[in-house]
């Protein structure tokens, strides 16, 4: 029998579940930010492989950095498109063209030029860049 001035004794809560859930929630989310990186990761070095074997066989295109047309063909690349040949014939400021492409008769943005000297105006889609010069696509 109990005594009458004892209280029953206190029922702590159980912290364990809540710091548990914390616990689970950042698991997920780092799960989440894992896979994230390595299929970005992924699919930028596949392009990466892209286009530098584009360097290597020596494809290069010209551009200018207020021209639509190249920005699509540079996002075309994602971040791999600091590994293509590119010539910037913008002159920031203006709408004039470099003079080292003007001696080269580039009239139309972006060009591509080929190792053969053959030249393509246009936007072109990785699928035709890959056929013209052999470079395999990821």
């Known amino acids: 029998m109990a005594k ?3 209280s029953p004794t206190p029922s702590v809560p159980p912290q364990s579940s809540s710091a548990r859930k914390i616990v689970v929630a950042v698991l997920i989310v780092a799960a989440f ?3 994230i990186f390595l299929g970005l990761r992924k699919r930028g070095t596949g392009l990466d492989a892209f286009a530098k074997c584009l360097a290597a066989k020596q494809a290069k295109m010209y551009g200018a950095y207020w021209c639509p047309h190249c920005a699509d063909q ?3 690349f994602e ?3 600091k590994d293509v ?3 910037e014939c913008g002159v920031h400021g203006s709408r004039d063209e470099a003079p080292l492409c003007k001696d080269a008769g580039i009239k139309h943005f972006p060009t591509w030029q ?3 000297g053959e030249r393509q105006e246009g936007t072109l889609s990785l699928q035709t860049l890959a056929a013209r010069t052999g470079c395999a696509l990821p």
């Open 85 to 87: 040949p590119y010539v």
């Open 33 to 35: 930010a894992v896979v």
């Open 114 to 116: 080929f190792a053969d």
């Open 79 to 81: 971040s791999s498109f």
């Open 4 to 6: 009458a001035n004892e």
């Open 74 to 76: 540079k996002e075309m």
